[in-house]
């Protein structure tokens, strides 16, 4: 079992960066890969950023490649996401996923073992 807690979300106005973090309470978090997804109100909740078990790989929903970056500090057991140049349409509550990776190189897009719960991101215009 993992426990996942998410932190740095909150209100910034479009253009803003923010920084989300989130620590995983479990002592294999090196054999994870991460993801983070959002779910805006009335909307399902979407894949946004994904990180392979070993750092190597990445991938992105279109709608943030090159404004987000995920990264992963294994010595902290933490995942982050930076935003930046951040758009209203970026609101949305902000969770963080890890899924066994079973020491395969890939980021999936879906079938996560654990998740946290949720950070609000809210962008004014």
């Known amino acids: 079992q993992a426990q996942l807690v998410e932190s740095g979300g909150g209100l910034v106005q479009a253009g803003g960066s923010l920084r989300l973090s989130c620590e995983v309470f479990?002592?294999?978090?090196?054999?994870?890969?991460m993801g983070w997804f959002r779910q805006a109100p009335g909307k399902e909740r979407e894949f946004v950023a994904g990180?392979?078990?070993?750092?190597?790989?990445?991938d992105y929903v279109d709608s943030v490649k090159g404004r987000f970056t995920i990264s992963r500090d294994d010595a902290k057991n933490t995942v982050y996401l930076q935003m930046n140049s951040l758009k209203p349409e970026d609101t949305a509550v902000y969770y963080c996923?890890?899924?066994?990776?079973?020491?395969?190189?890939?980021?999936?897009?879906?079938?996560?073992?654990?998740w946290g719960q949720g950070t609000q991101v809210t962008v004014s215009s």
């Open positions: 479990q002592r294999t978090f090196s054999n994870y890969a």
């Open positions: 996923a890890a899924r066994w990776a079973h020491r395969l190189e890939y980021v999936p897009l879906n079938a996560y073992d654990y």
């Open positions: 990180i392979s078990y070993s750092g190597y790989s990445t």
